[in-house]
């Protein structure tokens, strides 16, 4: 699709119908401020991609995309990217796991930035694991209730047909935790992930002196995975918030197969559209506050990340 200088290519508030990739030219998101005016979150150019998101789930565009000079675009439509991923059509899955490395470098660059202003919610730093692996000695393989019968319940399931379930089952350990032990730290290598069947896990950034929760993930809710799937240390703590039941994958293993099941990629792309809600939630609070504050320039540095998403998703 080619485009003329001043042209319109998305419109805030309109539903999103796919990914634009940039070939030539440059594109500028703007978002209407409230009480009136224009503000500028991202600055596109060539090879750069937006609305990737749509791609996943059905969603709103936050942000009107329009051209700076003359464009030449790469359109994908959301639906014939579901059919192509659904026949399982090798060039589709690998743009989906593109799209999950896009979303999880989004993600981490978000809750950067909300480290980066204060919140109600910051507490002074406890001390957090030592040294080593807080999980070794931690008994696998067994659990206080039936917990395989338990698994369809879980919406991380909803899509996994009892070969990919069992396969999935297959590459995992079972364990059991009480409360306050913890699952890793931040800055150590990744070498697993886990799903929470029972209980509760919160994932605690550290700066200064200071901490935050950051999540509460509970039951069907992955945790560490992001770490596992670009190869990075863990950038946060994970800590058992309430006495749980962890299914745990290990790290090689999980990989290889993500590559191949669409039901997991889909899974995974659920989990990252939750993270990023939770985000997007923190984000409104602090935009509140400022506004509240009078701290007019923070609130327009926390609305580029924000509406610069471009796409906010909806799940239905």
């Known amino acids: 699709m080619s485009f003329p200088k001043g042209a319109r290519l998305v ?5 999103s119908r796919g990914a634009f990739l940039i070939r030539a030219g440059a ?21 750069d991609m937006f609305g990737e998101m749509a791609l996943i789930e059905r969603g709103s565009c936050s942000a009107s995309v329009v051209a700076r000079s003359a464009v030449d675009t790469l359109f994908v439509a959301r639906d014939d990217f579901r059919a192509l991923v659904a026949s399982r059509d090798p060039a589709a899955l690998e743009l989906q796991r593109a799209i999950t490395r ?15 202003h204060p919140a109600e919610e910051d507490r002074p730093a406890r001390a957090m694991p030592s040294a080593g692996d807080p999980l070794a000695g931690i008994a696998r393989g067994k659990a206080s209730f ?31 935790m009480p409360r306050g032990d913890w699952l890793f730290a931040a800055g150590s290598r990744a070498d697993a ?34 770490a596992v799937l670009d190869g990075s240390a863990h950038a946060a703590n994970a800590r058992v918030r309430e006495s749980a039941c962890l299914l ?16 997991l990629q889909h899974a995974i792309h659920q989990s990252l559209l939750r993270s990023l809600a939770r985000t997007n939630t923190q984000l409104t609070r602090l ?26 998703v909806k799940n239905q």
């Open 11 to 15: 419109r805030q508030g309109e539903a």
């Open 27 to 47: 594109v500028e998101a703007q978002v209407a401020l409230p009480g009136g005016g224009m503000l500028t979150v991202a600055e596109l150019g060539e090879g």
């Open 102 to 116: 896009v979303l999880a470098g989004k993600l981490r660059a978000l809750n950067d930035k909300v480290l980066e």
């Open 146 to 176: 039936d917990w395989k019968s338990f698994l369809r319940l879980l919406p991380f399931f909803e899509r996994f047909d009892a070969y990919e379930l069992e396969g999935l089952l297959s590459i995992s350990n079972v364990l059991e």
């Open 193 to 226: 992930c886990f799903l929470v069947l029972r209980g509760a896990v919160e994932v605690i950034s550290k700066f200064r002196d200071l901490e935050r929760r950051m999540a509460l993930a509970g039951p069907g809710e992955l945790v560490g995975y992001l």
């Open 248 to 263: 745990e994958f290990p790290g090689k293993k999980f990989l290889g197969f993500y590559e191949s099941s669409s039901s």
């Open 287 to 312: 935009i509140s506050h400022a506004r509240l504050t009078s701290s007019t320039r923070e609130a327009l540095e926390l609305e580029k990340a924000l509406h610069g998403q471009v796409v906010n």
